[in-house]
Nanobody, 123 residues
């Protein structure tokens, strides 16, 4: 599946942003989807994931309660609603996809990646 992430930008601490990921070229509804982020000088880290049915989701401890992942299989899109943003959320955010069911937390387990969108949170 081909992925296109969008929605990043500059926001003040405490603000909100909504990231979107548009998918094409493979049945989106059969893909497990995830968001990862990578800050300068750091490794890519798991943020959130959602299974094909949208009934299963999970989040990293650092974003739990502030971020919400969702998907619309009819529109081939996935979103990440980010609230109460903190400066430490600053990173390039990537959407990712893979086949089969379940929730996956490791970047190498995903086969398809979007190009990334930059989120900058100022203090």
């Amino acid at each position: 599946v081909q992925l296109q992430a969008s929605g990043g930008g500059l926001v003040q601490a405490g603000g909100s942003l909504r990231l979107s990921c548009a998918a094409s070229k493979r049945p989106f509804s059969s893909s497990v989807m995830g968001w990862f982020r990578q800050a300068p000088g750091k490794e890519r880290e798991f943020v959130a994931a959602i299974d094909w049915s949208a009934k299963g989701t999970d989040y990293s401890d650092s974003v739990k309660g502030r971020f919400t992942i969702s998907r619309d299989n009819a529109k081939n899109t996935m979103t990440l609603q980010m609230n109460s943003l903190k400066p430490e959320d600053t990173a390039v955010y990537y959407c990712a996809a893979r086949k089969y069911s379940g929730i996956y937390y490791v970047a190498r387990e995903y086969s398809d990646w979007g190009q990334g969108t930059l989120v900058t949170v100022s203090s």
